[in-house]
């Protein structure tokens, strides 16, 4: 996928690239979308469908943000929402650390956005070492604000969550640095470059955020 050219992000060049979003996995295509059931109008029903194959793709699995509340990743977090996810680890010195500070400002720049209808969602790779203390420490170097969340929680369930988002390696450190982007009620994801500019994160996240109230 390429990424949108720096200081020429357009509401037509998104349309055009957003035309080409890929679901994940088993949440790519509605095959029920001919079919209807009593009087609920095919459009609420193809909705439905899409809301209970993307919580059974990305699980409903608890997890721990950086306030130390327990959330359902899909149910509390993803449901509704346009989202950006990135996965990262604590004692990452290189590359985490750049793009979670690149998302602390892209926090200015979505406004009211953030914590309404889009969440950014840093997930760690790593919950072993990254426990819900560690994961604290960790955001506060980042001022995240409502709306940000840093997750961990138990090992079995970040690493089911992880996996499903494309971290396969048994490695934490191994990690996938791109940003995965995507509209859940829409099912229309795609993924930037960790090189990504700020302004092209929140462009991106704000077109996704006006397709969501259509």
Known sequence: MTRIPCGRILAAGLAGLLVALSPL??????HNAGSTSGSMPAEAQNGSLREE?????????PVIAQDGKERRFFSDILKDKVVLIYMFFSNCENTCPVINQRLANVQDLLG????????????????????????????????????????????????????????TSADPTDHIAFLMVGNVA????TKLKPSASEAEIAETLRFLAGDHKE
């Open 25 to 30: 996995s088993s949440i790519a295509h509605d």
């Open 53 to 61: 194959k993307a919580r059974s793709y990305f699980t409903d699995l």
């Open 112 to 167: 009211d956005h953030l914590g309404t209808d889009i969440t950014l969602i840093s997930i760690t790779t790593d919950p072993a070492r990254d426990t819900p203390a560690v994961v604290k420490e960790y955001s506060s170097y980042f001022d995240p604000r409502p709306g940000w969340l840093f997750l961990t929680g138990e090992k079995q369930n970040i690493e089911t969550i992880v996996r499903r988002l494309g971290h």
């Open 186 to 189: 829409k099912a229309k994801w």
